[in-house]
């Protein structure tokens, strides 16, 4: 994480140099976008994948949507918060019921509200880049584990509500990413969020440990 921190204070250090050798932060033929507040959906595809501890997790999929509210500060900065609704899956080895091994999945449901502050600067007439970071804070609503049905066993009945196991109704990450901006409405980008606050904790042996949520995430969008 703090590699990542290093690469974007080294990116956001190389746009301010570039902006004070009159490379425009927006057109200058079109100044309307540089003092414009809006708003934008985003839809993404996620990866998620949990760290430190808890080893019968691993990566799963899932999706997020929502709104978010651009707005400029200076020059190139700008502030974004947003809300996004997600659906996340991790998968589960060893997933034990009525004495008997599965197979399984966590299935996710909450908000997340991201609040990311970026630097935009064009590399051409109708496109342009930006490179942000910020916290983003999850509110679980739902978190359950189920069981897979298999051939070898009858198929399981029930789930976990993993709030009752050691997980909790919110964690946070720290998010960092790149997006393209197409004639400043369509907007196609790359991001990730590593997780800071704890998802879930439970005690393995005497020693406590933390799952942490990470998430990688493919995002379409548009500006209105």
Not at 119 to 142: E, V
Request: a positive charge; aromatic letters at 12%; one cysteine or more.
């Amino acid at each position: 994480m703090k590699r990542a921190i290093c690469i974007l204070v080294t990116a956001f250090a190389v746009c301010g140099c570039l902006h004070a050798q009159e490379v425009e932060v927006l057109p200058s033929e079109e100044p309307a976008p540089k003092h414009q507040l809006h708003f934008g959906v985003r839809l993404q595809a996620d990866i998620t994948t949990p760290s430190d501890g808890l080893e019968r997790y691993s990566t799963g999929t899932g999706l997020s949507g929502g709104v978010v509210y651009n707005q400029p500060l200076y020059r190139g900065l700008y502030v974004e918060p947003g809300v996004m609704l997600y659906y996340n899956t991790l998968n589960v080895d060893d997933y034990i019921e009525n004495n008997l091994p599965y197979n399984g999945s966590v299935r996710l449901i909450g908000i997340r509200l991201p609040v990311n502050i970026g630097y935009r600067f064009n590399i051409g007439d109708n496109i342009s880049l930006s490179l942000f970071t910020g916290p983003w804070f999850n509110i679980n609503i739902s978190a359950r584990q189920y069981a897979n049905p298999n051939f070898d066993s009858p198929p399981p009945k029930t789930s976990k509500n993993l709030f009752d196991y050691g997980w909790h109704r919110f964690d946070a990450q720290w998010g960092f990413g790149i997006v393209a901006t197409f004639s400043g409405r369509y907007v196609i980008g790359l991001s990730a969020g590593v997780g800071s606050k704890a998802l879930a904790e439970k005690t393995i042996d005497g020693h406590k440990c933390r799952m942490r949520r990470n998430t990688f995430s493919v995002t379409l969008g548009y500006n209105f």
